[in-house]
């Protein structure tokens, strides 16, 4: 392995046209109530996430990350800064991956949303593309795999009652919640007709499991969530974007996991869509990953075709969102003017999943 480029996809740069932050407002603000430096703070963007806004402040030479709503919000409970800052403060104590959280406004006359502002974590970032310098052997394939799952289960494992996020989510129930949820939330956000949405939501309603449980699970757990040691690849520095946490099916949180893994013998559409490198040479098929969950976690694992169906649906639901907000002209973010066939794709495959009911 080549030494990786630094921050290559952790670095931030000029802000969107239409999501500028009020500065001399978020100045003044941090200096009564924050770490107020003696001067006008720097804000800038990092530009590659799909939903809540996030920024670089630079206070006097120091760095924070702030994270805020996206502009033209309509889903609130999706975009709850409270909730976000209340489970990292929670989970920074017990789990390292978990950066801390420093101070939550919700006063929006700072930033006409609430926002919140935490400790800054370095470290690498693999989306669809490797970081400039970095090199997959498969062996660091495979051992970043086992590091997936192993920092899924240890979030899985933690005693939510002991870390004070008892009734921080609603786990009786939550499985057929989440199916009845996902469906009124892309009726609510549906711009195009797209068979493929009714025949999985059915789907997935007829064909429920029992609950396995209740944990904190992250709900968007994939490799451009996590920030990787630029020292040592498959390590674990961070785990960013809680956006979606919550209480609930941990097998609930493997499925969502499972949308986005590709493998090699995927359809192309499928592997066209891949967030992370998840079909290289020495990646774990989801098999694979599912044996090792079981293993790591000890929870039996069956009706595997329900959680990956259910994965791929909640993501479709989740990208038809951003889209609608595109379509709305909402945020003029290029990035999501052909989202929407992505989502047809998402449920293309959700569909090929259900029919067969397997992995």
């Known amino acids: 392995m080549t030494e990786p480029a630094r921050d290559t996809l952790d670095s931030a740069g000029e802000i969107r046209a239409g999501e500028e ?22 804000v800038r963007q990092f530009r590659q996430g799909h939903s809540n806004l996030t920024y670089l402040v630079i206070v006097d030479g120091a760095e924070y990350v702030l994270r805020r709503p996206p502009f033209g919000n309509k889903v609130k409970t999706a975009h709850d800064m409270g909730r976000e800052f209340r489970v990292l403060s929670a989970l920074a104590p017990v789990f390292a991956p978990a950066p801390r959280p420093l101070l939550i406004c919700d006063d929006e006359s700072v930033l006409g949303a609430p926002f919140y502002l935490m400790e800054r974590r370095h470290g ?5 593309s490797l970081p400039v310098g970095l090199t997959l052997s498969p062996e660091l394939a495979s051992r970043l795999c086992r590091t997936m799952v192993d920092t899924m289960a240890a979030l899985h494992a933690i005693d939510y009652h002991a870390v004070g996020l008892t009734g921080f989510g609603k786990p009786e129930g939550y499985v057929a919640r989440q199916v009845r949820g996902w469906t009124e939330r892309y009726h609510a956000a549906q711009t195009d007709p797209l068979p493929d949405f009714d025949a999985v939501a059915a789907w997935l309603a ?8 209740a ?35 941990p097998l609930m949180d493997l499925g969502t996991s499972l949308a986005y893994w590709a493998e090699a013998t995927d359809p192309e559409p499928a ?38 169906a259910y994965g791929l649906f909640k993501l479709a639901v989740v990208l038809q969102q951003i889209y609608a907000r595109y379509a709305r002209g909402f945020t003029r973010d290029e990035r999501f003017s052909r989202m929407n066939r992505t989502v047809e794709i998402l449920f293309r495959n959700a569909a090929a999943v259900a029919e067969r009911g397997m992995l």
Not at 21 to 39: E, F, I, M, N
Not at 206 to 213: D, L, Q, S, T, V
Not at 225 to 240: C, E, F, K
Request: charged share 25%; net charge negative.
């Open 206 to 213: 007829a064909n429920m499991p029992p609950e396995r449980g």
């Open 124 to 128: 690498i970032v693999i989306r669809q």
């Open 21 to 42: 932050l009020d500065v001399d407002g978020l100045t003044a603000y941090l200096q009564r109530a924050g770490p107020g430096g003696s001067s006008r703070i720097e």
């Open 271 to 308: 592997r066209a869509i891949a967030l992370g490198p998840t079909a290289a040479p020495g990646m774990w098929t989801r098999a694979e990953l599912i044996r090792a969950y079981a293993e790591r976690s000890g929870i039996e694992i069956g009706n595997v075709g329900f959680y990956h």
């Open 215 to 249: 944990a904190v699970i992250h709900n968007d757990f994939k490799f451009d969530n996590v920030m990787l040691d630029g020292d040592d690849p498959a390590r674990i520095t961070a785990v960013l974007d809680w956006e979606m946490a919550t209480v609930g099916d």
